[in-house]
């Protein structure tokens, strides 16, 4: 842990909620309510409906931030044997080649987002497959009733980011409508009990020692994390837990999935971040005064537990060669048998690190002062 977090932060109750005035704390612990929410949502809007038309030639899920991470979520869902693609576009162009044969889903939790809508107004020219989620009474919504598109609402949990499940939900449902992902109504409960059960175990409440998302963040404090995700469903962790880095901690990460990492990031382990000399990061006791100083890179591994076996000899190879470097090792493991199940363990995990990071090291979690005044300086 270095000098500049301060964990008794994280275990006094008033300095933890002076320290979180947003609630974000609050707004990550509503994840379970999300699912059961845009389960309900989802069958109000009518998405059965889309397996009229049958099954499109592929899916391209537009959106952006915390809105657009819902497209790389599908994708994990729906697995490497989906037999049609799945596409997530950040930007103002859509691909080419999309067209009326083609299911795009406009995703914003706002329902405002300038990229999302160029996107969607396009695909809605071209003739396309229509499904947008957002925000209630927006311009999102207004083209989706232009379009006589489907149109989920979204009870927004506060902010983008902690709204992921209200988000990602009605995506996965449309594609169990549409016979591409297997996601039963049992599936989505047990999601959300798992989500209840994280929740308790990395409450507020809960002292340094015994909560893991506590002890996690303040390990990571003063350090570089490079993420990894062990399959394509925990690289998709990966990259949301550097978001949430970046957003919540105001903090800088570095993602990437095996086996892909295994043939370039894995040489910073001979860099200049790398440690002097093997550190036990299980050793929550130890005497952190005698660990190198300066910022060193920590490899965080996110353990799929569906993973191929080459990947799973590289991913003990590689955390091996990590700690006989010097580089100290996190490793989270995902919960549950689904996809989803698995996807959504990892990610709670991340968020919940995230916003203690950010309270450890005395930063508000909520605001995103950067991005609102790029906004405005664009506008």
């Not at 406009?106 to 996107?119: D, M, P, Q, Y």
Request: charged letters at 20%; proline letters at 6%.
């Amino acid at each position: 842990m270095s000098e500049v977090a301060e964990s008794w932060r994280l275990d006094d109750p008033r300095a933890l909620t002076a320290a979180d005035p947003g609630d974000m704390l609050r707004q990550v612990a509503s994840s379970a309510a999300q699912i059961r929410q845009a389960r309900l949502a989802a069958e109000e809007a009518g998405l059965a409906r889309l397996a009229e038309d049958g099954r499109p030639r592929a899916i391209v899920v537009t959106g952006m931030g915390g809105s657009g991470i819902s497209g790389e979520v599908l994708a994990a869902v729906c697995g490497v044997g989906c037999p049609v693609p799945v596409l997530t576009v950040r930007g103002y162009r859509l691909p080419g080649w999309v067209g009326a044969a083609d299911l795009v889903i406009a995703v914003s939790c706002s329902g405002t987002t300038e990229e999302t809508l160029a996107v969607a107004a396009e695909a809605v020219r071209r003739g396309c497959r229509m499904l947008l989620v957002g925000g209630a009474g927006s311009p999102l919504a207004d083209l989706a009733a232009q379009a006589r598109a489907p149109f989920v609402p979204v009870h927004s949990a506060g902010m983008p980011r902690s709204t992921l499940w209200g988000l990602s939900i009605p995506l996965v449902l449309a594609a169990r409508a549409l016979g591409l992902a297997n996601a039963p109504d049992e599936v989505l409960e047990a999601t959300a009990r798992r989500l209840e059960d994280l929740a308790h175990r990395c409450r507020p409440s809960s002292e340094s020692f015994v909560n893991p998302a506590k002890r996690i963040a303040l390990d990571l404090a003063g350090e570089l994390p490079m993420v990894w995700g062990s399959s394509d469903l925990a690289a998709t962790a990966a990259y949301r837990m550097c978001c949430q880095l970046n957003e919540n901690a105001k903090y800088p990460g570095v993602y990437g999935g095996l086996p892909e990492t295994d043939h370039n990031q894995v040489v910073t382990f001979d860099g200049f971040f790398a440690g002097a000399a093997p550190v036990d990061a299980d050793d929550f006791f130890r005497d952190r005064v005698d660990d190198p100083e300066g910022t060193r890179l920590r490899l965080v591994v996110l353990r799929d537990t569906d993973e191929h076996p080459q990947v799973r000899k590289r991913r003990e190879v590689s955390v091996e060669l990590a700690q006989a470097r010097g580089v100290a090792v996190t490793e989270i493991t995902a919960e549950g048998e689904h996809p989803l199940e698995r996807i959504a363990s990892l990610i709670a995990m991340s968020d919940y690190v995230t916003v203690y990071l950010a309270i450890a090291l005395g930063v508000d979690p909520t605001p995103v002062s950067a991005i609102q005044e790029l906004k405005a300086r664009i506008a």
